[in-house]
């Protein structure tokens, strides 16, 4: 059997991955318009998320629009929706099982086999969560590198890495 401390300090990691799943699945920083051989300095920044596309311009106004239609989106961008959103409600549910599993908490507290394999399912579901949210921003961060090496494409339509996508 694990120590509270270890079980705690696996709880709080598995909360703050949640969050951060919760961040970059809302936050629309997944892209952001490269400007490249451009000699004058840009007034606009695009930047596209899972769920809107935004546009900043040096005036610092701010402007974000929601995609209008699901059926015009990409496969890519429609697959990695549905797998941060299945990777937000997994980690909630090994939140709530976390809780209920720690030798800290008084759930459970006669069962100590089913306590303990409680506290083990929730480490799996957090761990599948992880991996859930990996698969989308390895799959934007490929199509992203994929893009802008095509020769084909204007330099106008392409894209960097934005800040959610650190790779």
Not at 67 to 89: K, P
Not at 94 to 122: F, H, P, Y
Not at 144 to 153: A, E, G, L, S, W
């Amino acid at each position: 059997m694990a120590s509270a401390a270890l079980e705690l300090m696996g709880f709080f990691l598995g909360l703050l991955g949640m969050l951060g799943t919760m961040v970059a699945t809302v936050l629309p920083y997944w892209q952001i318009s490269a400007h490249i051989g451009s000699n004058i300095v840009t007034a606009v920044a695009n930047m596209r998320g899972l769920w809107m596309e935004c546009v900043y311009q040096s005036t610092g106004a701010f402007q974000c629009e929601t995609y209008n239609s699901m059926l015009a989106l990409s496969s890519d961008l429609q697959a990695s929706r549905a797998l941060m959103v299945i990777s937000l409600v997994l980690s909630i549910l090994a939140v709530a099982m976390a809780a209920l599993g720690m030798q800290c908490t008084l759930c459970l507290e006669g069962a100590g086999v089913v306590k303990s394999r409680v506290a083990g399912a929730s480490g799996g579901l957090f761990l599948t969560a992880g991996f859930l949210s990996l698969i989308p921003v390895s799959w934007t961060t490929h199509e992203v590198v994929q893009t802008f090496y095509r020769p084909n494409v204007p330099s106008s339509m392409k894209f960097e890495l934005g800040e959610l996508c650190p790779c």
